[in-house]
């Protein structure tokens, strides 16, 4: 054994918090769906409401555009509510919106390519609306200023990747799903996902070349 | 040199390792090799650089923005689901008022067939009219003839 193999070994790779799908646990999670099946009066509205930020923060992160990420977790909810009597509670109701949600962003981005191919439509890329991003109060002006530059920048990039590249990356590194799970929301083998994550990096990383030798 | 063989990591595994995907053995023998291995250890610290670096922008809803948000979708979602109601009744219109006009034709006409008929039958008149041309061009050539016999 060399002498460096003898040393303690330093895990460099930051811990991954799996944050958890949903804010209900599983006692409140229960309640809520015998009250959404019986038709309680505003079970769906309070479920809507614990969900609603989450989605929508999804819906955005996939396709981009903050009106288009309303509708999609709105018709997401919607679904939800159509399909309560064949839930099965295989998975919590958040996993399951979670699912929802990225399919419809997924189908919601391969009509957007598809119409932008045949119409040459391209997307009005400065119409963000600077009120739509929150500024994070513990930061400087400067330091806001140049996360929410490398935000806007980083949609632009995501915007060039293949749908499922984009789905993929942004499931992972921004909503912290587990590889399964995402192959799982996505019906894809985990190979799969391994294979469209490595590629989304290694395009953003080309992307964003001058960030990273800023940074560095 | 067979001894100096060094192994790179690749970058799939270090992106693996940096979400924390490699597990077990594999990931014990990644942090091993970076702390032996300079070059990969350089690639690891650049690629854990940026991927901390990219983050996405996020809205921020307010408690009246979801409240309004989850009102309207409640709402939507107590509106009677019509759409496949009309679409399966357009359906229906649609066949019965097909079905009413196959009905109604008089018998004996296939439709799509009259025209091709009509058309077949023209152009077997024009083949008459052509061959009787013919016979009649033969008749002149043969009183011809005769008139030189």
């Known amino acids: 054994m060399t002498p460096q193999a003898a040393t303690v070994v330093v895990d460099h790779a930051p811990v991954q918090d799996y944050p958890a799908p949903s804010e209900l646990d599983d006692r409140c999670e229960k309640i809520l769906l015998e009250q959404l099946r019986a038709g309680h009066p505003g079970a769906f509205e309070q479920l809507v409401a614990s969900q609603a930020s989450r989605l929508i923060n999804l819906a955005y992160r996939l396709v981009g555009n903050r009106a288009e990420a309303e509708e999609i977790a709105q018709e997401g909810f919607l679904r939800l509510h159509r399909s309560l009597d064949g839930f099965r509670g295989d998975c919590s109701i958040a996993s399951h919106l979670y699912r929802i949600v990225s399919r419809l962003a997924i189908d919601h981005l391969r009509r957007e390519k598809l119409r932008r191919k045949l119409f040459f439509f391209r997307r009005q890329e400065d119409d963000v609306d600077p009120l739509e991003m929150a500024a994070d109060m513990g930061a400087s002006p400067r330091d806001n200023l140049q996360a929410k530059e490398t935000g806007q920048r980083l949609l632009k990039a995501l915007d060039r990747l293949s749908v499922r590249q984009r789905a993929v990356f942004v499931l992972r590194h921004q909503e912290g799903l587990p590889l399964k799970e995402i192959a799982a929301a996505l019906k894809l083998e985990v190979g799969t996902v391994k294979a469209h994550l490595h590629r989304a990096v290694r395009s953003l990383r080309t992307e964003l070349k001058d960030l990273q030798e800023d940074r560095s | ?149």
Request: glycine share 10%; charged share 25%; net charge negative.
């Open chain 2, 1 to 149: 040199m067979k001894g100096m063989e060094v192994t790179h990591c690749h970058t799939e595994d270090l992106l693996l390792y940096y979400y924390g995907e490699l597990v077990g053995q594999r990931r014990r023998e990644l942090a091993e090799h970076l702390d032996a291995c300079e070059s990969c250890s350089k690639e690891w610290q650049r690629l854990q650089r940026i991927l901390d670096g990219m983050t996405l922008p996020t809205i921020e809803l307010g408690s009246v923005e979801i409240q309004r948000f989850a009102a309207r979708v409640a709402e939507r979602a107590q509106r009677p689901g019509r759409s496949k109601f009309w679409l399966w009744g357009g359906v229906l219109t649609a066949s019965v008022v097909l079905a009413l006009t196959l009905m109604a034709r008089p018998p004996g006409i296939v439709p799509g067939q009259g025209t091709s008929l009509v058309a077949d039958a023209a152009m077997v008149q024009d083949l008459d009219l052509l061959q009787n041309m013919e016979l009649l061009e033969e008749l002149d050539l043969l009183q011809g003839l005769e008139g030189q016999g």
